[in-house]
């Protein structure tokens, strides 16, 4: 099983971006998945996460109202999202999927982690 993700790039602040996660195991859908984000020299930290069938979703507070985790099992593909973005929000963006439905906001819990893509944000 593979992860990755895509959609990464260079915005303005104000901007929006959508990163996209994609699965390559058909059993994708019994799967939670998170979003992690890791800034320059900080620890990687919690984005958000969504239930197997999309119906329950959890975010950092910080982030809630900005950012949206959804999903599409058809198509094996998780989405995050990001709008009125902020040089703060620069980071590496990765995607991990998990067997547990609980426990969702720590790194732990996830099992498969993607190589992650940039996100800049300038100012």
């Known amino acids: 099983v593979q992860l990755v993700e895509s959609g990464g790039g260079l915005v303005q602040a104000g901007g929006s971006l959508r990163l996209s996660c994609a699965a390559s195991?058909?059993?994708?859908?019994?799967?939670?998945m998170g979003w992690f984000r890791q800034a320059p020299g900080k620890d990687r930290e919690f984005v958000a996460a969504?239930?197997?069938?999309?119906?329950?979703?959890l975010y950092t507070d910080s982030l809630k109202g900005r950012f949206t985790i959804s999903r599409d099992n058809a198509k094996n593909t998780v989405y995050l999202q990001m709008n009125s973005l902020k040089p703060e929000d620069t980071a590496v963006y990765s995607c991990?999927?998990?067997?547990?439905?609980?426990?969702?906001?720590?790194?732990?819990?996830?099992?498969?982690w993607g190589p992650g893509t940039q996100v800049t944000v300038s100012s």
């Open positions: 991990a999927s998990s067997r547990r439905t609980n426990g969702l906001r720590y790194r732990s819990t996830y099992d498969l």
């Open positions: 195991e058909r059993t994708f859908s019994t799967y939670a």
């Open positions: 969504i239930s197997w069938a999309g119906g329950s979703t």
